[in-house]
C-alpha cells in the first residue's frame, strides 16, 4: 500500500508526457500477470502444497500440530477425543486434582489400578490436573485456551458457564478455539435434561423399533448414545478445523446424543414415512398376516432392508449361546440357496422362484434353512456360503472377538501395557489411512503430565511450578473430594 502511494505522489507531481499511454500498457500487463498466478496455482496444485516425497505412512499423521483442550469423562467425549489423539492430535485432558475422570474408579477389575472402563477410552492422551475453582488454576486454564486449538467437554448443560468459560471469554481469549460439545437433547423442551447410553437410545428412536414384536423395547448392546455420538461430534471437528483454515476463526460444534442415535437409525424413519403407503412387506410380520399399527413396528431380526434375513440356529446352539449365524436371502443367489439347503425345486416353484412370492412364506423358508445351518458350525455356514456369495454373518463372541488373530493383525484389537494394571487389551483406530499410522499407546495416569505441559506446552518456569503446587492449584484438596466425586 505505501508503495503504491509513493507512486501515486510521483504520477502527480510529473508532467503529462508522451510516454503516459506506455507506462498505462506497461502496468496493464503487470496486473493482468499478477492476475494469473494465483489462478495458475490454483489449477494445478488447488493452493495444496508439493506431494511429499517421503514414504507412505512416514511423512507424519493426519493431525499432527492440532492440540485438543480435553474436558470430557465418562464415554461419549473421551471416545471423540482418544480418534483425534489416534489422528495425532495432542490431547490434553484436564482432570480434578486427587479424582480425574469418574470412570478411573469404576467397574474396577484391579485392585488401585485404573479401570478398564477409563483405560480403553483414553490411550494416546496425555493427563493434567488442574482445580478450576482456584485463581491460579482459572489462569492456567487461560493459558491452555490460547495454546489449544480445539475445547471438547461433555459436561451436563451449564456446567462449562458455571465455570466461567463461557463461550465468550473461550472466543474473546482465543478466537480460533473450537468449542465442541455433547449433549444429551439439542435445543427445546429437553434440553436442560441429563443424557445417558439408554436414554438417547429411547429417545433417538432406537429402541422403540429394536426387539420383538411380542415383546417390550430394547436397547442394543453397542454404544450408540456415547460411542456413536463421540464419533459424530469427532467428524465435526474435524470439520470446523477445516473451515477454519479459510475463516481464521473458531466456532462451536454440537452433538446431541438424541441425534446422533437418530442419524443411526434412519432407516426407521425412512420406514415410518413408507407406511402411510402401506404394510412394509419386508418385515416378517407382512407375511404372517399381522396388521401394522401408526409406527415402526419391532421387527427382531428382520434385515431392515430390501433383502430378508434372521438369525438362524448352527451346530452346538443348545449350549452355545453365540452358535448362531445372519442369513440374508438375496434374490440374486437364490437358487444357490435352494440348492445348498436341499430345495432346488424351490427354484421353479411360483410359491417361491420370485421375491414377492416369497414374503407371505419367509417364516417357513429360514425355518428351513435353519435345518440345514444346524447341522454345521456357523464357520462352516460361512465358509460354504461364501464360496456362493450368499451373504452371511456368523454371531462371534466378545470372547471370540478378542481372539481373532487377523483383528490383533489390523490393529482392530490391540494389546497394551499399563505400568499398574499390566496388560489389557483395547479397541485401535476403526478408521484405518495409508498415510497416518496410528500407534496406540496406554491412557495416562492421573496428572502424570502436569509437570511436561505447564513447563514444555504453556512456558512457565520451575520456580513457577513449584510456586503453583503450593498454592493448591494442581493438587487434591485436602478433605472431601473423594465423597463428593462419588
Not at 496455482?41 to 508439493?50: I, M, Q, T
Amino acid at each position: 500500500m505505501a508503495k503504491g502511494k509513493k507512486a501515486k505522489a510521483r504520477t502527480k507531481a510529473k508532467p503529462k508526457t508522451k510516454a503516459k499511454p506506455k507506462a498505462k500498457a506497461a502496468a496493464k500487463k503487470v496486473v493482468k500477470l499478477k492476475a494469473k498466478k494465483p489462478t495458475a496455482k490454483k489449477a494445478v496444485a488447488n493452493g495444496l502444497p508439493k506431494p511429499s516425497s517421503k514414504p507412505w505412512g512416514a511423512a507424519g499423521k493426519a493431525l499432527d500440530g492440532v492440540r485438543i483442550l480435553d474436558f470430557t469423562h465418562v464415554q461419549s467425549g473421551p471416545t471423540c477425543t482418544q480418534l483425534l489423539a489416534y489422528m495425532g492430535a495432542d490431547v490434553i485432558k484436564v482432570e480434578r486434582p486427587g479424582i480425574g475422570d469418574i470412570t478411573r474408579g469404576q467397574l474396577r477389575d484391579v485392585k488401585g489400578a485404573d479401570s478398564l472402563y477409563f483405560t480403553m477410552l483414553n490411550g494416546n492422551k496425555r493427563s493434567i490436573t488442574i482445580d478450576s475453582k482456584h485463581p491460579k488454576g482459572k489462569e492456567i486454564l487461560d493459558r491452555l485456551i490460547r495454546h489449544c486449538d480445539v475445547l471438547v467437554e461433555n459436561f451436563a448443560p451449564g456446567a462449562l458457564d458455571r465455570m466461567g468459560l463461557t463461550w465468550e471469554h473461550i472466543h474473546k481469549t482465543n478466537p480460533r478455539m473450537i468449542v465442541a460439545s455433547v449433549k444429551g437433547f439439542g435445543p427445546g423442551p429437553y434440553e436442560d435434561c441429563k443424557v445417558y447410553e439408554n436414554v438417547a437410545q429411547c429417545a433417538g428412536g432406537a429402541a422403540s423399533t429394536t426387539g420383538f414384536r411380542e415383546g417390550p423395547p430394547l436397547v442394543t448392546g453397542a454404544q450408540i448414545g456415547d460411542s456413536g455420538t463421540g464419533l459424530h461430534l469427532a467428524f465435526g471437528i474435524v470439520s470446523a478445523l477445516y473451515q477454519r483454515i479459510r475463516t481464521g476463526r473458531g466456532q462451536r460444534v454440537l452433538c446431541a446424543m438424541q441425534d446422533g442415535v437418530l442419524n443411526l437409525a434412519r432407516v426407521k424413519l425412512r420406514d415410518q414415512q413408507r407406511l402411510k403407503a402401506g404394510p412394509l412387506t419386508e418385515y416378517s410380520q407382512y407375511g404372517e398376516g399381522v396388521p401394522f399399527g401408526q409406527a415402526v413396528p419391532r421387527a427382531g431380526n428382520d434385515s431392515g432392508g430390501g433383502q430378508p434375513g434372521w438369525i438362524l440356529k448352527c451346530k452346538g446352539w443348545e449350549t452355545d449361546p453365540d452358535a448362531y449365524i445372519y442369513f440374508i436371502t438375496q434374490a440374486p443367489v437364490w437358487e444357490a440357496i435352494c440348492d445348498l439347503i436341499g430345495k432346488p425345486e424351490w427354484k421353479t416353484d411360483p410359491d417361491y422362484a420370485k421375491p414377492p412370492a416369497r414374503l407371505p412364506r419367509l417364516k417357513h423358508i429360514f425355518n428351513t434353512i435353519e435345518q440345514w445351518t444346524m447341522t454345521k458350525t456357523k464357520f462352516e455356514v460361512m465358509d460354504i456360503c461364501n464360496a456362493h456369495d450368499i451373504p452371511v454373518g456368523p454371531i462371534l463372541s466378545m470372547k471370540e472377538i478378542a481372539e481373532e488373530k487377523s483383528l490383533r493383525e489390523t490393529g482392530t484389537v490391540v494389546e497394551v501395557d499399563h505400568p499398574t494394571r499390566g496388560k489389557y487389551l483395547t479397541v485401535g483406530n476403526p478408521v484405518k489411512m495409508s498415510d497416518s499410522i496410528t500407534e496406540v499407546k496406554r491412557s495416562p495416569l492421573l496428572g502424570e503430565h502436569t509437570d511436561e505441559i505447564l513447563a514444555k506446552e504453556l512456558g512457565y518456569s520451575a520456580t513457577e511450578i513449584a510456586e503453583i503446587k503450593t498454592s493448591g492449584a494442581i493438587t487434591a484438596p485436602e478433605k472431601g473430594a473423594r465423597a463428593e466425586a462419588a
